[in-house]
Structure formats: C-alpha cells, structure tokens
C-alpha cells in the first residue's frame, strides 16, 4: 500500500488547512460497499440528534481495499463460515428441556430478521439492557435448560453472528424510550468520555478527536460497531464487542471491566447509539 | 468540547498521590510532578547525568518506551515502517522548541497544549483511572529515559 503517498497527502492537507488535528488526513475511502454486487450497506449516514460528529461512517472506509473486498464477496469473508456454524447451533438440541433455539422460534432466517438491528434492548425482568449474548444465555439457562455459554466460547460467537447476520443491511436503532435505557445511555456517555490508564485516552481521543488518522499503522475509525461480532485478520478469529472494548481499554494501560459488567452494557448501548442508521455489517472484516 | 472537567477524576488525583507517597525518587532524580511546568518550560533536568541522545533515539523508538512513532513521523528513523500521524512530525523540532520546552511537553504535554491533548504524559502520575495493576505508580520513562529522548530530540534539527 502506498503508505508515503498517503503520508505526504495528509501532511499536505495538514499545512493547507492548518488544522491542529488535521481531521481526516487519511480520511475514509470513498468507496461503496455493495455485497456480492447486489445489496448495498448504508455505511455513511447522517448523526441521530445529538451526535457529535457531522457524519456516522462506518468502519469498512478506514480499512486497506483488501479488506474491504474482503467483506463484499460473501463467499471469501471469512466471517461467514461462522454464520453457518451459528445457523447449526440454532438447529441443535442441548439441555435437559431437549430443545433447540429452533423448537420454540422456529427458522432463524425468518423469525430473526431485524432483531439484531435493534439490540441491545430493555430487559424488564432483568431491571438492564441486554445484548444478544445475554438473551442467548437467559434462554439457554430458562428455556432450554442448558448451561448458559462462557464468555467468549466458540459457540456463542457463532450463534450471536448467526443472529446478527439476519439483520444484514437493516439500520442500526436503539430504542432509549423503553425502560431506563436512557439512564444507561447517560452512563455509557460518561465512560465514553472517561480517561483511563497509564496512557491516559478515551474513547472520544481516538475515535472522535482523531478518527481519519494513522496510530502508527491503524487507521483510526469512528468505533462504531455494527458490524460485530466482527471477523478480525489480526486474530484470525470472530471478535466479539466486549473482547473489542476491553482489548482498547487494555491498551490504554488500564484495567478493564468484565465482558456484560454494568460498565460495558452501558457502553455498548452508547456506541451502538453513535453508529444509528448505519447497516448492520455482521460479519464484518476488521484488520 | 465537552469534558474538560472529566479528565481528571478525584479518584485518578487520589490515586496518584497515594502512589507518589509510594515511590521514593532516587538520589539525584527529581520525583514525578514534583517540579511545576510553568510558561510551557521545564529548565530543571530530571536526573543528573546529561540526556544520552543515542540512547533517547532507541527509547523514542521502542514501543515499550516511549513509542513516540505510534504518533509522529520522524525522518532519521525512516528505517521504521509505518509512522504515525496524530502528532506534528518531528523533522526540525529542535529548531521549533527549546531544551527546556521539549523536556515540559515530554514530561507532562497536558501542562503546555491543554487537558484535551492527546499526548500521554510520560513523567508524571496524573494520568487516568483504574490504571493496570502492572502500571500502577509507575511513569511512562524514567526521569533517565526523558532527559535521554530529549538529548535526542534536541539533535533533530533542520537548520
């Protein structure tokens, strides 16, 4: 990749606009992401009331071509073999009430479309939002009678990408009327904007201060998240959202919250706020 | 922006001067924040032994030390792929900044530019909450490690 051109670009625009940040000096591509030539994601939408930023882009634009090519052929993301892991899973009978996810919501393509757009959610009886994992784990534990998935484990990274996956293309929106989410939302936002570590950053340092720009070789995205679980080419491996917040709160040299802690529900529900109206990508390829 | 009064928890400020009781300076090394930035300046030397410019280049470089291309691109170590961009490039910095400013913006940038800087304070312990146990009282560089980045900063001169 032509890094020195884009370099000496960035440096170019830097003393053009004289800008201290000199904001999108790499800058997003320009590309659109059109999935195996047919279906297009809404990757560059306008802010929800009360954004920060002029533009919600999606993180697919920070990324080499490679990588987005990547994620717009269906048949080499490597994402999708996840998908089809999920979709086995859906199928399969675990726990003692001898059920599967299929017993009681039938084909997951059909009765799944559009949940995953507009998690996480109000849980009233929980008295918290919950996100994909957790309603897995409820009706694991309620329903099926089965052990509820370890942070993590292979199988609840395929099942919620399974479940994300049906929402492909559909808009990301939170609903923050139900329940106490507001209050949650507002928690979210405090810690978005909570200097943590040794190294002393945000959330809102990078990813909204200097999104557009290199940190050594990443390009710095918005953070949005909707397209996660996400496949990342560093790890080989789905990565999970909660494993992707607390890997940057880790790298801020600080210590970080546990996966589904209070402090990472009210985060999720706050990021996933700032990507409103962008497609779900699920599975997107990260770097 | 809005988080000015954010940055610095209670906690964070509690923390750091639990810690600081902690850490006893060693002879000849002036403790972390015990010296004020003021006018953007710090013209006491941290240790002292004069800054080692070729020993400040390899800790500008290392990404356990001061990983300092992580955000600034830097000419004499093209040999280093992949320089950052979120910082000023630091090709003639010497001729920019003094001694003693370079030694403030390394020690504590948030003392000259602002509480919105991004650049980390790598000798001081006024930092951000629930830092990791491993990191806990300690600064980023020694007071060595700085007067030796800056020694070295101070040869990147374009005129």
Same mark, same amino acid.
């Given at each position: ?53 002029? #533009? ?52 997951? #393509? ?5 949940? *995953? ?15 994909? #994992? ?7 534990? #309620? ?53 943590? *570590? ?48 607390? *890997? ?40 | ?159």
């Amino acid at each position: 990749m032509a890094r020195s051109n884009r370099l000496s670009l960035a440096a170019g625009v830097a003393l053009v606009l004289g800008a201290h940040s000199a904001a999108f000096a790499g800058g997003p591509s320009d590309d659109k992401l059109v999935i195996d030539g047919e279906m297009e994601i809404m990757t560059r939408v306008a802010p929800p009331e009360g954004h920060p930023l002029d #533009e919600v882009i999606s993180g697919w634009h920070y990324r080499t071509e490679e990588t987005r090519d990547l994620e717009a052929d269906s048949f080499q993301n490597p994402g999708m073999l996840y998908v089809e892991r999920g979709e086995e899973i859906w199928n399969t009978v675990e726990g003692d009430a001898g059920k599967s996810c299929a017993s009681c919501h039938e084909d997951g #393509e059909e009765f799944l479309k559009g949940i *995953g757009a507009n998690y996480p959610k109000w849980n009233a009886d929980a008295g918290k939002p919950f996100n994909i #994992e957790l309603q897995i784990n409820q009706c694991r534990e #309620e329903n099926m009678q089965a052990k509820p998935y370890k942070f993590d484990a292979a199988d609840q990274k395929a099942l919620t990408t399974f479940i994300k996956h049906q929402s492909i293309g559909m808009p990301v929106e939170v609903d923050l009327t139900e329940g106490d989410m507001k209050a949650w939302w507002d928690k979210g936002e405090e810690l978005y904007y909570t200097r943590t *570590g040794q190294l002393n950053l945000s959330c809102a340092t990078c990813h909204e201060d200097y999104n557009g720009n290199y940190i050594r070789a990443d390009h710095l995205s918005q953070g949005n998240v909707n397209g996660f679980p996400t496949y990342r080419l560093k790890q080989s491996a789905m990565v999970s959202l909660h494993n992707r917040f607390r *890997g940057c709160i880790r790298d801020t040299r600080a210590a970080f919250p546990p996966a589904f802690s209070d402090d990472l529900m009210a985060l999720e529900v706050y990021v996933t706020w700032r990507g409103s109206g962008l497609g779900v990508e699920t599975p997107a390829v990260r770097q | 922006m809005r988080t000015g009064a954010r940055l610095t928890s209670l906690p964070a400020l509690l923390a750091g001067l639990t810690v600081m009781a902690a850490s006893v300076a060693t002879a000849g090394t002036v403790a972390p924040d015990s010296v004020p930035i003021e006018d953007m300046e710090l013209t006491q030397t941290l240790t002292d032994n004069k800054g080692d410019p070729a020993a400040g280049r390899e800790a500008f470089a290392d990404r356990k030390k001061g990983n300092c291309l992580a955000c600034h691109a830097n000419t004499d170590l093209k040999e280093q792929l992949f320089h950052g961009e979120v910082g000023p490039e630091l090709d003639g910095v010497a001729d920019r900044w003094s001694e003693e400013q370079l030694r403030a913006i390394v020690v504590n940038s948030k003392d000259v530019f602002g509480e919105q800087t991004i650049m980390p304070g790598f000798y001081t312990l006024k930092v951000g909450v629930n830092v990791a146990e491993e990191n806990a009282g300690q600064t980023i560089l020694t007071a060595q490690e700085v007067e030796d980045v800056v020694a070295y900063l101070m040869t990147l001169k374009d005129n």
